[in-house]
């Protein structure tokens, strides 16, 4: 049983994919800085938000509910809080989980060391090939008006009014899958 120990933790070593990075996890929205969130995203806090639909489903609600006419529909979007006019813009983002699977890149080496083949190309192609991918995708908006650059700032006297209208409308997101009637209600 002591000669089967070591080569059952090689074995699972061998076998096992290594996490390298994780996608967060979001419950319900987040509150966070762009550009620590992912890159690409502005400086400025974003209202973050899981999307289990499928892709452009929220550029459709937008367009639908505002009534865009596909004219500026995830930048400078406007609507009113309280007899104040705002504007939001938004970003469909994507997080891909990514691990590592030790046995296919172990068995690529193995094969081109075996055919002599020592280019740093194959070493390469290698690696990208053992590496899985899984998508998380999430809906990043920010908010700002004339005078205000961040409406989402901690700083900023309206933001409690400005979260609960960005909560209702991702409430209204979710529970609409005919954006039509999102014109009704309107």
């Known amino acids: 049983m002591k000669r089967f120990a070591p080569l059952l933790l090689f074995a699972l070593l061998l076998f096992s994919c290594i996490?390298?990075?994780?996608?967060p996890q979001i419950k319900d929205n987040k509150i966070v800085m762009g550009k620590r969130f992912k890159k690409g995203l502005p400086k400025k806090y974003v209202f973050v938000f899981e999307d289990t639909k499928a892709a452009d489903q929220f550029y459709n609600y937008i367009n639908t509910?505002?009534?865009l006419q596909d004219y500026y529909v995830d930048v400078q979007v406007p609507f009113?809080?309280?007899?104040?006019?705002?504007y939001l813009s938004f970003y469909e983002v994507e997080i891909a989980d990514k691990a590592l699977n030790l046995f296919p890149l172990l068995a690529d080496v193995a094969v081109n060391v075996a055919l002599g083949n020592e280019d740093f190309e194959n070493y390469v192609?290698?690696?990208e090939n053992s590496t899985v991918r899984q998508g998380n995708y999430y809906i990043?908006?920010?908010?700002?008006s004339e005078t205000?650059?961040?409406c989402l700032s901690e700083k900023y006297s309206n933001r409690p009014a400005v979260l609960t209208y960005l909560r209702e409308l991702k409430g209204e997101y979710y529970s609409t899958y005919n954006y039509n009637e999102v014109v009704f209600k309107n």
């Open 19 to 23: 996490p390298l990075r994780i996608a």
């Open 65 to 67: 509910k505002f009534n």
């Open 80 to 86: 009113e809080i309280e007899e104040r006019e705002y």
């Open 125 to 127: 192609a290698t690696t």
């Open 140 to 144: 990043a908006i920010e908010v700002f």
């Open 148 to 150: 205000e650059k961040d």
